[in-house]
């Protein structure tokens, strides 16, 4: 199996979120470090694993029900 290795540019482009986003609000909270990315090397620099993103993003998207959130702060499931 062959694994997709990308930068944090790429990434962006790919799954059409900001750069800063990835860094700032993705990385470490969602993507998590020897899943979703490795520090090659035991550097600084962090190369991104595609197919688990594309894996987690797509499981992510499965389990979240679809509903109209409402103004008391509940959801419409509908």
Known sequence: MSTT???TDELSAKIK??????????K?????????YV???????ILFVWEA???DMRLAS???PIGLPMANGT???G
Do not use: C
């Open 62 to 64: 499965a389990d979240s």
């Open 5 to 7: 290795y990308l930068t």
């Open 75 to 77: 959801v419409l499931h």
């Open 17 to 26: 979120y900001d750069v800063r986003t990835i860094r700032e609000r993705l």
């Open 53 to 55: 993103i594309e894996r």
């Open 28 to 36: 470490d909270s969602v993507l998590l470090e020897g899943t979703h």
């Open 39 to 45: 520090r090659p090397f035991g550097g600084r620099k």
